[in-house]
């Protein structure tokens, strides 16, 4: 019975996990980035903000409405104007 059970039990494992993939797909729109939300677990540096910004402001209107663009091309000149000002400073 044991043995039956396993891999059940591991088919069910493997499905809970497929939507976390799915996340990951090239046209899927990072919330976090967007509206702030779902950011729990995240803490960018500045740079790597820019580069993730830069990735999803590629993806286009593929995974964005223009005002969602918009939104995101604001906080890259943010976020790049943040980091003009902390070199500008020496880092302090």
């Known amino acids: 019975m044991r043995a039956a059970a396993f891999p059940v039990l591991a088919s069910f494992l493997v ?3 497929v939507p976390a993939f799915a996340q990951t797909s ?3 729109r990072d919330e976090c980035l967007l ?4 950011c729990m677990d995240q803490v960018d ?3 790597k903000r820019v580069h993730k910004l830069n990735r999803e402001l ?3 209107t593929r995974a964005y409405s223009p005002d ?10 943010e ?3 943040q980091l003009r000002r902390l070199e500008e400073s020496g880092g302090s």
């Not at 969602?68 to 000149?77: I, T």
């Open 15 to 17: 499905a809970a996990t």
């Open 68 to 77: 969602e663009l918009k939104k995101l091309q604001q906080k890259l000149r």
């Open 79 to 81: 976020t790049n104007e």
């Open 26 to 28: 090239q046209n899927q």
């Open 35 to 38: 509206t702030s939300r779902n």
């Open 45 to 47: 540096d500045l740079q």
């Open 58 to 60: 590629k993806k286009g």
